[in-house]
């Protein structure tokens, strides 16, 4: 029986229509869709008719079309499936369709050795594969490797399309890195899959680069009137030549890249090539040495760090000592993992003796970032290393989410839920400084403008705010938390505390009588660690003896409001 594109335009509707089960559908709701639906893909806008829909009822209700449909009327009145996980585009394969497939198959069969036919190798096995199962009626025997929850799948049908038809695409899309969509047009060109994710090649205009786009990050396809700029002397198989993966440097030259892969694993990297370009440039007892003729890219670097101990990169240097990065930071996520379980007892003694000292709360690879951003805008920005760096997440908002991690977020809300930030400062004491502080208590905070009020003294313009000394009630309130970006000691300017020293604001009579006598304990901090402090804890820093660098992110929280509008020169959420 001959079915038009109308008909089937309707079929795929009603389906779509009896598989929603969020609502009832009358005849008249079904006559409305189907009319809808005839307008949005045919421009058809007389509607259709009551007896159309009917007889389109009772063709899928029947085995005309191989349908078969279990519909249901409740209540006289709404239609639905009987079966809720039906839906007629899974209706099983007829026997004459299962005939003409098999036919199919044996023609496919034919070519498979040939060259330019080795392509269809696992299209005729999925074939072969889904025809046995629905003749015997037996599960696959072959389990092809899928992603049926990958995202993108569903604009391979409509890039497919462009590039056939070379028509131009309003492309919306937004890679992980971007906080929002971007929409451009997009002339595109081939579609590539790499380790079962799709990615379309194409350019945005005439002078710009090939661009990959990956599917799942494409928020919405739509179409454009721009003219389409076709493809010249350029080829995909050339483009992905000296490439692992999709990542291509367009002006970049491939390496030679040497491994060395133990015995066990050699024979998986020489029965499955790494690249096309691979070859075995020594045989040992203990393994092989292999090369790749490759430019450097992420997918290299992940194919390699998936085997683990398994492969040694040999050369070149500069990957080598990626790669040696890569398995540094990821066994300090294990041996070096923070854990929170002491975390109740280690606040109770900080609010005991006014400290503590918490280690791994940053990995290695966390605090390199910080020191390499710190170092970027000391270049740019100062004509020497700097000494300190206030307002620091306002003069570089990019250090927040590296400074405020999860780690010292969850160290926070166990110490009070209503904590923000009010003071950010960046010190950095050189091997050939040798400064240091005497024994004092933080007593000052910095607000954004003079105001005179009762219990604050002391007020003195800095750059851009003004310092002043507020109640001991705010100051009891505060804490501070000292990142180290470098290990600190006893012969490196570590701080020296009094414990128990934090409970009153002391004059300089009290602070001098206290600290000639009492014992300091003194404070060695691994790198990334952290010193948590009561700001009138008694507390100084020594002179340095040796020529290591000492680098700290001084942190003050608050969470009490400044009165009469009085506002704090720095307010960072955490």
């Not at 890249?257 to 990297?269: N, Q």
């Not at 040694?312 to 990821?330: D, G, S």
């Not at 009153?504 to 901090?525: R, V």
Request: aromatic letters at 10%.
């Amino acid at each position: 029986m001959p079915v038009n594109r109308n008909a089937l335009i309707r079929f795929r509707t009603i389906d779509n229509c009896l598989r929603n089960r969020q609502r009832k559908w009358t005849l008249e709701a079904l006559i409305e869709a189907c009319s809808d639906a005839l307008y949005e893909y045919e421009g058809i806008d007389k509607g259709v008719s009551k007896r159309t829909i009917q007889m389109d009822l009772q063709i899928m209700r029947s085995d005309k079309l191989g349908h078969n449909a279990p519909i249901q009327v409740l209540e006289k009145k709404y239609y639905t499936y009987e079966d809720p996980d039906y839906s007629i585009t899974n209706i099983p394969l007829t026997n004459q369709d299962l005939g003409k497939l098999t036919e199919v198959v044996e023609i496919l069969r034919q070519f498979k050795g040939f060259s330019h036919f080795q392509e269809l190798s696992g299209m005729v096995q999925r074939l072969e594969n889904k025809i046995h199962s629905v003749k015997t009626n037996q599960e696959p025997v072959i389990d092809f490797e899928k992603n049926e929850n990958l995202k993108g799948l569903e604009h391979i049908e409509t890039l497919y399309q462009a590039i056939i038809q070379k028509k131009v695409v309003e492309v919306s899309y937004q890679s992980f890195k971007a906080r929002e969509a971007n929409s451009f047009d997009f002339h595109a060109y081939y579609l590539k899959e790499y380790r079962n994710r799709w990615f379309v090649l194409g350019i945005k205009n005439k002078n710009a680069p090939i661009l990959t786009l990956a599917l799942d990050r494409v928020i919405n396809i739509g179409e454009s009137s721009t003219k389409y700029i076709e493809r010249k002397g350029f080829q995909v198989t050339d483009y992905f030549q000296h490439v692992l993966g999709v990542t291509v440097e367009p002006n970049g030259k491939p390496e030679e890249v040497i491994l060395f892969a133990e015995k066990d694993t050699a024979p998986y990297i020489t029965t499955k090539p790494i690249h096309h370009s691979q070859r075995v440039l020594d045989t040992q007892p203990n393994g092989i040495t292999f090369s790749l003729n490759v430019q450097l890219n992420f997918e290299l670097e992940r194919e390699i760090l998936g085997f683990g101990d398994r492969i040694k990169v040999i050369a070149p240097e500069k990957l080598k000592r990626r790669i040696k990065e890569k398995f540094e930071h990821a066994l300090d996520l294990y041996q070096y993992e923070f854990t929170n379980n002491s975390l109740p007892n280690v606040l109770k003694k900080m609010e005991h003796k006014g400290f503590a000292i918490l280690r791994y709360v940053y990995t290695r690879k966390e605090v390199n970032l910080m020191k390499g951003i710190l170092d970027q805008f000391i270049k740019k920005n100062l004509s020497k290393e700097a000494f300190s760096i206030r307002r620091l997440l306002l003069e570089i908002p990019e250090l927040k989410d590296h400074v405020i991690n999860n780690n010292l977020k969850t160290i926070l809300k166990r110490i009070d839920p209503g904590l923000y930030l009010t003071k950010a400062i960046f010190f950095d004491k050189t091997p050939d400084s040798n400064w240091y502080v005497t024994w004092h208590q933080d007593i000052t905070i910095n607000a954004k403008s003079k105001v005179e009020l009762a219990g604050f003294t002391g007020w003195s313009k800095k750059e851009g705010f003004y310092s002043v000394c507020p109640p001991e009630s705010i100051l009891k309130k505060t804490v501070t938390v000292r990142i180290h970006l470098d290990g600190t000691d006893q012969d490196n300017g570590a701080l020296k505390v009094i414990p128990g020293s934090q409970n009153k604001k002391l004059s300089a009579e009290e602070i001098q009588l206290i600290s000639q006598n009492s014992i300091p304990f003194s404070c060695n901090i691994e790198s990334c660690g952290i010193h948590i402090i009561k700001p009138l804890l008694l507390h100084a820093s020594s002179k340095s003896t040796n020529q290591k660098h000492r680098r700290v992110i001084h942190l003050e929280f608050n969470s009490i409001e400044l009165p009469n509008k009085l506002e704090w020169a720095e307010y960072v959420k955490i």
